[in-house]
């Protein structure tokens, strides 16, 4: 009972350890993680490298899964380049074995963790930022280690209850037929993947596996068997996740479940050479050794399998789950909330759209083509969309250049729904051209129109986090500089020419060339000209992170 009992708190200490050190790290990291994560993923190659260092720093593989799949959402990756970082993650997330193997079961730390313990304790709850932050990962870092000395102490006693004999022989074993040896190793397998299941946590798993082999409970090849098992354990999670969630998110749990079942058909395919191959070594490496460098390889070898075929095995997970969600929906999707960077910059770029496809619209309109109406419906009912998705935040940004990007996004929001607004106002077809003025305002608003579809697709089409050219994170081109700069300019001369146009349209009424309904029709349409050129200038310039003070107020 003393044994159950050691064992399942080394497990329980280790876990809760785990927990405190990942939302330590995570916290130390901050907006780091989602910026390294977005620069990183410019292939899918590079992609999986630093998977697999942010994972190893942050020790939370699902911590960078669900990072991903906010990226994703926002388009600020494609769906191969997330696969890049999942595939990543799994061998970062095997750097915990090897602190077992090498640290944990060797060398009794409990004296040293308790210390630890209450230090990273006291700065986590007195103070305050980064150094709570510390505090924290401190913390679970010294409550693994003292896990880890528990659950040694428990495989100690279950070891002399437990022999490998007592397990099933798997191949490799001399002595051992190919049939007894598979239904071992598959027995051994399933075993694995239900110790994953039930605790939810593969390092956890693996680091029974690994006390437990150094207690003497079981063999080099059976906790080979067991690793295979507790691999595959980690997708159940991921599934369960997946439940409900958006299709981004649905796509990739598969991914990871497809990647850990293909790496395991190839670890069983090729166990009887392994094992082997781990005898062999076990003359000049211990056994803890070789089975976190086993746990390791067995990974790499799945990732190097599979990141050529990235595209291939991108086009199999989307005809297996076809995405059903519309562009706006998967966007907004909920799970880009956790991250204020992504959700932000997901903001961003839905308001560049809408801006870019008011543009259009005002633009063809004024060219004679048909009206916005419809138009501007659709694009009030995105932008509220937007307003309802940010007011759903669940934490605020971390840093000042984060609190920057958002409030520059908010005036965009707030000038993008005040274009809209003006567009529904009444007709932009047909305008009155009965005097230079009128036709000066017209097309100075089209040449705003047209710098204004320049700057908001731009915006679309590029990936903001790839580039962290300045202190908010905007790369702005020549380009799209010269396009803002020929907005700004248009605005800035129709303010003038509305403000002469509307002195010299009412001076018409009284010699009679126009009669006062007309003069104020006259009037009415340019300032309305004014104010969509006005707006649609504003938004472009908040959304390059050029905002400042608004010059002019209407």
Excluded at 172 to 200: D, F
Excluded at 450 to 470: F, K, N, P, R
Aim: proline content about 3%; glycine content about 10%.
């Amino acid at each position: 009972m003393s044994t159950a009992i050691a064992v399942l708190g080394g497990v329980g200490l280790f876990l809760l350890g785990m927990t405190v050190m990942t939302d330590g790290l995570k916290a130390l990291a901050g907006s780091a993680l989602r910026t390294a994560l977005g620069k990183a993923a410019a292939t899918p190659l590079s992609g999986a490298f630093w998977g697999a260092i942010v994972t190893l720093l942050v020790q939370s593989s699902s911590a960078v899964t669900m990072t991903t799949i906010g990226l994703v959402n926002a388009g600020l990756l494609t769906f191969p380049q997330g696969l890049g970082l999942v595939f990543g993650a799994n061998i970062g997330t095997t750097g915990t074995g090897w602190l077992v193997a090498l640290i944990g079961v060797r060398v009794s730390l409990s004296a040293y963790a308790l210390p630890l313990i209450f230090l990273g304790a006291l700065a986590k709850l007195l103070a305050g930022g980064r150094t709570a932050a510390v505090g924290g990962a401190l913390a679970g870092f010294a409550l693994v280690l003292y896990g880890l000395t528990t659950l040694q102490q428990g495989m100690g006693g279950l070891a002399q209850s437990l022999h490998p004999s007592d397990l099933p022989a798997v191949l490799g074993v001399a002595g051992v037929g190919w049939v007894e040896g598979s239904v071992g190793l598959m027995t051994l397998i399933v075993v694995g993947l239900a110790m994953t299941a039930v605790m939810q946590s593969s390092t956890a798993a693996i680091a029974v596996t690994i006390s437990a082999f150094y207690a003497g409970a079981v063999s080099l090849e059976q906790g080979a068997a067991l690793i295979v098992g507790q691999n595959i354990g980690t997708a159940t999670s991921s599934a369960l996740a997946a439940i409900g969630a958006s299709a981004t998110a649905k796509r990739l749990a598969l991914a990871y479940v497809l990647f850990k079942v293909i790496a395991a058909l190839i670890a069983i395919a090729a166990f009887p050479f392994t094992t082997a191959l781990m005898k062999v070594l076990s003359v000049s490496v211990d056994g803890m050794t070789l089975l976190a460098a086993y746990h390791t390889a067995y990974n790499v070898v799945g990732v190097a399998v599979l990141l050529p075929a990235t595209q291939w095995f991108t086009r199999v997970v989307e005809r297996l789950l076809p995405a059903k969600q519309t562009a706006l929906q998967r966007a907004l999707d909920p799970s880009a909330l956790a991250s204020p960077v992504v959700a932000v910059e997901t903001a961003r770029r839905v308001v560049a759209d809408v801006l870019s496809t008011t543009a259009a619209s005002v633009s063809a309109a004024l060219s004679g083509g048909a009206g916005p109406a419809a138009q501007s419906t659709s694009a009030a009912a995105k932008l509220e969309e937007v307003r309802d998705f940010l007011s759903e935040l669940k934490e605020p940004p971390e840093t000042e250049a984060e609190r920057l990007r958002m409030t520059s996004t908010l005036h965009a929001l707030d000038h993008a729904s005040r274009l809209v607004e003006a567009m529904e106002e009444g007709r932009l077809e047909g305008q009155p051209a009965g005097s230079a003025h009128d036709l000066r305002a017209t097309e100075l608003c089209t040449q705003a129109m047209h710098a204004a579809q320049a700057v908001g697709g731009s915006i679309t089409s590029e990936c903001a986090l790839s580039a962290q050219a300045d202190p908010i994170g905007w790369n702005v081109s020549s380009e799209v500089a010269a396009a803002l700069a020929e907005l700004e300019s248009a605005s800035r001369e129709l303010d003038t020419l509305q403000r002469d146009h509307r002195a010299t349209t009412l001076a018409s009424v009284a010699p009679g060339e126009l009669t006062a309904a007309d003069a104020l029709a006259r009037i009415d349409a340019a300032r309305r000209l004014d104010r969509i050129a006005y707006h649609a200038w504003r938004s472009a310039t908040h959304l390059l992170g050029r905002g400042g003070h608004d010059g002019l107020s209407l």
